[in-house]
C-alpha cells in the first residue's frame, strides 16, 4: 500500500493541533490494516520502506520536542520515542512509501471489545515485549497450534547503523 507523504503530514496535523497524539498512531495502523475498529491485536510489526518510516520518525521527534519544552523536566519524553517503540520496522526491500502487513499476524476480535471492554484508547499491544520476542524467534509449526501464525520479524531499521 502507498502511503504519500501529504497523507502523513496531514494526519501529524489534524492530531496533533486537536492535542490527541495517541490516536495518532492508531490512525497510521487504520490506514494498512483493515477492519482496523475490529482489531484485538497486532503481533509484530507491520512493515514499511525507510523513507516513510524516516519521514515519520522525524515528524514524531519534532512533536516531542515541542511537547517536552512545555513540561516539567521528569515528565519529559524521548522523542520519537513512540514511533521507535510501536512504529512500523523499516524494510529496504519495499519501495519509498510503501506499507504493507504481509508476515505481520493481526488477530481480530468480532465480538466486540478486548475482552468485552472498550477502552477510549485501545492497545495496540497486549503482549509484553519478551512475549512478542518469543512468538518472533519461534517457528511457525509451533504457533498454527493457538490458531496463530507468527513469522519472524524483519531486521528493524536502525538509523545509527
Not at 15 to 25: Q, R, S, V, Y
Not at 33 to 46: L, M
Not at 112 to 125: K, L, S, T, V
Amino acid at each position: 500500500m502507498y502511503l504519500p507523504r501529504e497523507l502523513i503530514d496531514e494526519l501529524f496535523m489534524h492530531f496533533i493541533e486537536a492535542k490527541k497524539p495517541g490516536l495518532l498512531m492508531e490512525s497510521i495502523y487504520a490506514l494498512v490494516i483493515p477492519n482496523w475498529d475490529k482489531v484485538k491485536a497486532v503481533r509484530g510489526h507491520p512493515r514499511c520502506g525507510v523513507e516513510l518510516w524516516k519521514h515519520i520518525g522525524r515528524r514524531w521527534i519534532d512533536h516531542d520536542i515541542i511537547y517536552n519544552r512545555q513540561q516539567p523536566l521528569a515528565e519529559r519524553i524521548t522523542p520519537g520515542g513512540a514511533w521507535i517503540q510501536n512504529g512500523f520496522s523499516a524494510d529496504d526491500t519495499l519501495f519509498e512509501w510503501e506499507a504493507t502487513i504481509v508476515d505481520c499476524p493481526i488477530i481480530y476480535d468480532y465480538e466486540g471489545g478486548i475482552d468485552g471492554f472498550e477502552p477510549a484508547y485501545r492497545p495496540m499491544f497486549v503482549e509484553s515485549p519478551e512475549e512478542r520476542q518469543r512468538d518472533c524467534d519461534r517457528p511457525l509449526e509451533e504457533d498454527e497450534e493457538e490458531g496463530v501464525r507468527v513469522a519472524r520479524s524483519p531486521k528493524r531499521y536502525n538509523p545509527y547503523d
